[in-house]
Nanobody, 123 residues
Framework: QVQLVESGGGLVQPGDSLRLSCAAS????????MGWFRQAPGKEREFVAG????????YYSDSAKGRFTISRDNAENTVYLQMNSLKPEDTAVYYC????????????????WGQGTQVTVSS
């Protein structure tokens, strides 16, 4: 089992940038594909970005493509989400998730989840 702790959320203005971090502990981090999801009030949790265990492959939702970048440092057991040009509609709780099932865009592929970090984009 792997434990995940997100950090880096906060209140920012439209157009600002923010970098989220997710620190992993427990099983070997490099064995897991990783993903970022988010959940806005009253909405379902949705996929944002994913990265393979090696970091060679990354993929994004349409809303994140071109603005967000997912990366990982297996030596530091950490995955990051760099978010640029933030919009009010990016406001949500952001969750880090780990998959030993190959990752992907579906929540069901991720057995392990962090507690989430709030991102609020408002002027």
């Amino acid at each position: 089992q792997v434990q995940l702790v997100e950090s880096g959320g906060g209140l920012v203005q439209p157009g600002d940038s923010l970098r989220l971090s997710c620190a992993a502990s427990g099983r070997t981090f490099s064995n897991y594909a990783m993903g970022w999801f988010r959940q806005a009030p009253g909405k379902e949790r949705e996929f944002v970005a994913g990265i393979s265990w090696s970091g060679d492959s990354t993929y994004y939702s349409d809303s994140a493509k071109g603005r967000f970048t997912i990366s990982r440092d297996n030596a530091e057991n950490t995955v990051y989400l760099q978010m640029n040009s933030l919009k009010p509609e990016d406001t949500a709780v952001y969750y880090c998730a780990a998959s030993n099932l190959g990752g992907g865009v579906r929540r069901i592929a991720y057995p392990y989840w962090g507690q989430g970090t709030q991102v609020t984009v408002s002027s």
